[in-house]
């Protein structure tokens, strides 16, 4: 399959509509997607269309002569797929039938072309999936041509011999039909299975009303669960849904996948209540270029310095108790974190003592990769002993520091996991390639795209394989040089 005809993945936020559930996303199967489908459909409908055909009762002589019949060989030539608006998919396809009549004296071959019309409605099963049927199908049947011209038959034979042949095949075929799109149902089911997010995390996708059909498109509403422990992370209600516009989606994409706001919301607080986001992280004294030690600090806290004389190396606990947010950019997206960090120093019985807290706000650069800084700290510096007296700016510089690179890869590590995208067996994602953008529609609508490159039958589908690959951006790099240079160039001059 060319990378033209191509998997498109959609990544979309979307402001809330009046609607119904979340959180919501949105597959939509482009009319791209049939050529792939009647392609990798072309040999097991062959199969099924090589029926069994009984005996012909020969009637041309004294006595009743039973003949047998075998078909050959099945050839599908021409196979099409087309979307029929507000109703489903057409297909059309010409077959060649070879037969071999065991004929006496010699046997007989022929080729009966066929055409086959069929209409299969495309609708919501009870159980949350999509489910395909057959409403209509026709089969029609050309004069059968003989292969063997030192053997022709005599047209005694050939008509009504013809006309058993294809009285049988249309008894036969339709039903052959149907089996092959109930095998495809069984595929269809295994959207409602649960695909693991995390050790104890899953996400759990089912249609939540019929689809939508257009001669472009299959548009499935979908609604995305996530779940921790076996309970699902619901968000607060409001009443809104989800929805695609029209005409987002890349040229040549066979598949257009939206992911609303919601789950977004719904994966991150899945993250803080299981309590993944929450890390220490702990000072190396051996280390050269390590500033989380009591020294360091002291020269900012004159407490700190008189009750640790000797340089050791502290522990920030960091907990998060509110949940982090995500606003998408061009390019980009905001991951803002408000995390509560605790300063711990060695105590005397091999136990830690807490030293202050900080309220700190973190905003994150969320691309490819994630970049970005801690911010602003947020509030008073408080302490579980004595009250310290410092500059809230120096202390802002060192936390932001130690704090940025730990937090960075502790983020990437567990965004890298991803959330498993709609997908049903032996149909996946493979080899993405993500472009992020942002527009704004005449509704007031934040769209947000990402493309990937094609399909497979052998991948697992993750959203945060695609993004989390890379580092940040290299202006931010640059930015932390700076920052980091200039931390040491006040570390050095700092009175205590």
């Not at 489910?131 to 063997?148: G, M, N, T, Y």
């Not at 408080?382 to 960075?408: A, G």
Request: charged content about 15%.
């Amino acid at each position: 399959m060319t990378r033209e005809n191509g998997l498109g993945l959609l990544l979309v936020l979307l402001l809330p509509v009046v609607g119904a559930s979340r959180p919501g996303t949105v597959v939509r199967l482009n009319k791209e997607v049939l050529s792939y489908a009647a392609e990798a459909g072309r040999a097991p409908l062959q199969r099924a269309l090589q029926v069994t055909v009984p005996n012909f009762l020969d009637r041309s002589g004294e006595a009743l002569q039973p003949t047998r019949i075998q078909i050959l060989n099945v050839h599908l030539p021409h196979l099409h797929l087309k979307l029929i608006a507000g109703f489903g998919i057409r297909l059309s396809a010409a077959a060649n039938f070879t037969l071999k009549i065991f004929h006496v004296p010699e046997p007989l071959h022929l080729m009966l072309p066929m055409e086959l019309l069929v209409d299969a409605p495309v609708d919501q099963c009870s159980i949350g999936t999509p489910v395909v049927s057959i409403s209509d199908c026709f089969s029609f049947f050309d004069e059968a041509i003989v292969l063997d011209d030192r053997n022709r038959a005599a047209p005694a034979l050939l008509v009504p011999l013809q006309k058993h042949i294809q009285a049988v095949l249309q008894s036969k075929l339709c039903l052959r039909v149907s089996n092959v799109v109930q095998s495809l149902n069984v595929h269809l089911g295994t959207l409602i299975g649960l695909s693991r997010v995390g050790p104890e995390s899953q996400v759990r996708y089912s249609m939540i009303n019929a689809p939508t059909i257009t001669r472009d498109y299959i548009s499935l509403d979908v609604n995305a669960i996530l779940f921790l422990l076996g309970r699902p992370i619901m968000l607060p209600e409001v009443n809104t849904s989800f929805v695609l516009p029209h005409h987002v989606g890349t040229r040549g994409a066979m598949v257009t996948v939206g992911l609303s706001q919601d789950l977004f919301d719904s994966a991150l607080l899945l993250l803080q209540k299981a309590g993944v986001l929450n890390m220490d992280i702990t000072g190396q004294l051996k280390s050269d270029d390590n500033i989380l030690n009591t020294s360091v600090l002291g020269q900012l806290i004159p407490e700190v310095a008189r009750q640790f004389p000797e340089p050791m190396a502290l522990v920030l606990k960091v907990r998060l108790g509110a949940m982090p947010t995500v606003t998408l950019h061009t390019n980009n997206a905001t991951l803002q974190l408000q995390p509560f960090v605790e300063v711990l120093a060695p105590a005397s019985n091999s136990a830690f003592q807490s030293l202050f807290s900080l309220n700190v706000v973190s905003e994150v650069g969320w691309g490819r990769g994630l970049a970005g800084g801690v911010g602003d700290p947020q509030g008073d510096l408080t302490s579980s002993h004595t009250l310290l007296t410092c500059s809230m700016e120096k202390v802002q510089i060192l936390m932001d520091t130690v704090f940025e690179r730990p937090l960075l890869d502790h983020l990437n590590a567990l965004l890298g996991l991803g959330i498993a995208l709609p997908h049903v067996v032996n149909l996946h994602y493979i080899s993405p390639e993500i472009f992020v953008y942002e527009t704004w529609l005449r509704s007031g609508v934040a769209v947000a795209l990402v493309y990937a490159g094609s399909c497979s039958s052998d991948s697992t589908p993750s959203l945060g394989t695609s993004i989390c690959h890379e580092g940040g951006p290299k202006k931010t790099k640059k930015k932390k040089k700076k920052k980091k240079k200039k931390l040491w160039a006040q570390g050095k001059q700092l009175d205590p």
